[in-house]
């Protein structure tokens, strides 16, 4: 392997330093490489096939990552920002209207603070986007990781009279909630931000120490795809390693969510049906989805 390495690097080295460099010679070097590989494989076919499948399988796992820098990629990390923080899919913003919409009307039976108000903390807030579906004179604690957001959310504040006191931004992701005391929260927003959690069983917990009981967890999160090892659930594979650049994290957040502790959980799957909105291949891997609440 030390010889294989020494090859790829002479290789890359005359590419990038001989100016006669052709392609055709990339390609001989690129053959007398595999030619080197092949003898040095044992002559078993089922480990030739192995090894074979499995470097195949790796390389395509890579292109998303090679090719991160590219300006498809730089479209797809600003897409991937705003569909986190605020999106304009028809699905998705009914499914949101309809689960905060008890929020809007009052007619929650969340715990309130000392003073009688709701305390609403909303993690990935972005620039404030949800702001519209949350009751007048609640207190609002924003939480977002991308350094950004303290500012577009500070501005939205400023440019009108505020419905809601905003108590504080804080720029951490969600397992990191340590400056928010323990059973200070009436309702946690968990909209497209288990995702940037690398640690997403420990922000939960973060979740149920900071609610008061019988507070709730409202939750809107792309997930895995039920249909394993089916075209898509490939497709999805092959762009986590992308995703995770830009701090997105897919997983299996239905399982965490219902075994992390609270004393009940409402959630729903649902495959989005993106309706001719274009979605770049890395993004219509997050797609599927699960939503509802969960009460401590």
Not at 68 to 73: E, I, K, L
């Amino acid at each position: 392997m030390t010889a294989t390495l020494v090859t790829c690097i002479t290789t890359v080295s005359a590419i990038s330093l001989s100016e006669d460099y052709s392609l055709s010679d990339v390609v001989e070097n690129l053959k007398e490489v595999g030619s080197w590989i092949n003898s040095w494989l044992p002559k078993n076919r089922f480990v030739r096939t192995l090894f074979y499948g499995a470097t195949t399988v790796v390389g395509l796992r890579l292109i998303p990552f090679l090719l991160r820098r590219t300006s498809f990629f730089k479209n797809v990390e600003i897409q991937s920002r705003y569909f986190h923080r605020s999106t304009t899919i028809p699905d998705l913003l009914k499914i949101k209207g309809g689960l905060l919409k008890e929020l809007k009307e009052g007619s929650h039976d969340l715990p309130l603070n000392e003073q009688g108000k709701l305390v609403l903390l909303e993690l990935n807030a972005g620039g404030g986007t949800n702001i519209s579906y949350y009751p007048d004179g609640c207190i609002y604690i924003a939480i977002d990781y991308w350094r950004g957001a303290k500012e577009h959310l500070e501005q939205n504040f400023n440019n009108e009279e505020p419905r809601i006191t905003l108590d504080r931004f804080l720029k951490t992701i969600p397992e990191r909630l340590m400056t928010v005391p323990d059973n200070t929260v009436s309702a946690v927003v968990c909209i497209h931000s288990l995702c940037s959690s690398p640690n997403p069983n420990l922000a939960l917990l973060e979740f149920l120490r900071v609610l008061k009981p019988n507070g709730k967890m409202y939750f809107i999160e792309h997930v895995i795809t039920e249909r394993r090892y089916s075209a898509f659930w490939f497709s999805q594979m092959n762009f986590i390693l992308q995703m995770s650049y830009w701090n997105c994290h897919i997983g299996d957040l239905r399982t965490q969510i219902e075994t992390a502790g609270f004393s009940k959980v409402n959630l729903s799957y649902l495959e989005l049906n993106f309706n001719g909105v274009r979605m770049p291949g890395p993004m219509r891997s997050l797609a599927p989805h699960v939503y509802g609440y969960a009460v401590k």
